[in-house]
């Protein structure tokens, strides 16, 4: 047999090997990349550390609620219609749990309207018997209610007064769920059917057992 032949056949099947073996850590390689770059910019767009101040005074951040998921709206207290409504869509959620499922959601109310919505006034609004159990309300200079609305993409803006001194705030409504690290996870609009709520927070809970 001349030599070319022989080294031909002992190459070519090694070549092919190492063909199949390349083609498939590349493509075990790709879907990776592929995954972590979802998971990294669905970070990136909504949500993020805070520091804001609860209903007691104390200073918190999103560090404040580990280890349970966070259902989070932002809204205000002199709000007379939306606000009120959408935080009834989240008690009547939440009361469809089990006491071990309600154990692991915090609900927390974020104030766009920082100059009105005082420590002491969302310590009587948050205790309101028609919201959720252990509901938190979150306030915060004009500049830490920026920075966090900003991180959930929440836009807002005080709307036009009518002489009276009072105002209304035009604002987003929309209830995020966050996992126990602060990470996204979904939108709820504020006229979702609280039971399409409970199910979807009871899936997240059974898909990440505590
Ligand atoms: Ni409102």
Known sequence: MPRPMLWLLIAAPTLVLILVFTLLLSNGGDTRERRAAVRTSGEAQIGGPFTLV??????????????????????????????????QVMAAALDQMDTDERARIQPILITVDSERDTVEQMASYVASPAFPDGLVGLTGTEEQIATVARAYRVVYQRAEDDGSGDYLMDHSSIIYLMDDDGTFVDVFTSGVDPRDLASRLQDFLEENPG
């Open 54 to 87: 609860d209903q007691t005074g104390a200073t918190v951040t999103q560090e404040t609620y580990a280890g349970k998921a966070m259902l989070i709206y932002f809204g205000y207290t002199y709000c007379p219609d939306v606000c009120p409504f959408s935080l």
